[in-house]
Antibody, heavy 113, light 110 residues
Framework: QVQLQESGPGLVKPSDTLSLTCAVSGYSISSNRWWGWIRQPPGKGLEWIGYVYYSGITYYNPSLKSRVTMSVDTSKNEFSLKLSSVTAEDTAVYYC??????WGKGTTVTVSS | QAVVTQEPSLTVSPGGTVTLTCGSSTGAVTSGHYPFWFQQKAGQAPRTLIYDTGNRHSWTPARFSGSLLGDKAALTLSGAQPEDEAEYYCLLSYSGGLHVFGTGTKVTVL
């Protein structure tokens, strides 16, 4: 059974970098699949952030592209998200997903000083 | 960037049928947009119901079906159950690897 679990700080200061990791179990991250990040601000809809292939190929949402970096660590069977120069508008629940069938439970990130 | 539009809210009677649609600001939605549909209940992570226009996952109840309807993607719920009350989102794929979620439809079973 494939499971994904997000982890990372729940509180990030403005202008800092948000860093999250998604641990994958029950499935090899090196298999022929894309791995994605999605977020949902409080009370709002879903926003696609981007996805990464196990080889490192990435596609990002153009509105976030200048601040986003995604990567894969095949030795740990996990992938990660970095979002730089965060503001309060980056406060959201962040989900990781095997594109696009299995989702993690999500992790709440608040940007505040 | 494309804007993907859904009905803000729909109401369906228990046992009834309702169709949700997903339109793109760039023009007609086709199978080449590989439409997905997701269900999100309050306080939970989304769950994928439909992929590639009309394919169900093993966990997707048969009462959910996906299709193209006119120039939009559509999700039809036939025989609505109280547990189907949720927010529903579509996702479309565009050139260059871009994906855009729809604005979401709140479905009430009443």
């Amino acid at each position: 059974q494939v499971q994904l679990q997000e982890s990372g700080p729940g509180l990030v200061k403005p202008s800092d970098t948000l860093s999250l990791t998604c641990a994958v179990s029950g499935y090899s991250i090196s298999s022929n699949r894309w791995w994605g990040w999605i977020r949902q601000p409080p009370g709002k809809g879903l926003e696609w952030i981007g996805y990464v292939y196990y080889s490192g190929i990435t596609y990002y949402n153009p509105s976030l592209k200048s601040r986003v970096t995604m990567s894969v660590d095949t030795s740990k069977n996990e992938f990660s998200l970095k979002l730089s120069s965060v503001t309060a508008e980056d406060t959201a629940v962040y989900y990781c997903a095997r594109h696009m069938d299995v989702w993690g439970k999500g992790t709440t990130v608040t940007v505040s000083s | 960037q494309a804007v993907v539009t859904q009905e803000p809210s729909l109401t369906v009677s228990p046992g009834g049928t309702v169709t949700l649609t997903c339109g793109s600001s760039t023009g007609a939605v086709t199978s080449g947009h590989y439409p997905f549909w997701f269900q999100q209940k309050a306080g939970q992570a989304p769950r994928t119901l439909i992929y590639d226009t009309g394919n169900r996952h093993s966990w997707t109840p048969a009462r959910f079906s996906g299709s193209l309807l006119g120039d939009k993607a559509a999700l039809t719920l036939s025989g609505a159950q109280p547990e189907d009350e949720a927010e529903y989102y579509c996702l479309l794929s565009y050139s260059g690897g871009l994906h855009v979620f729809g604005t979401g439809t709140k479905v009430t079973v009443l």
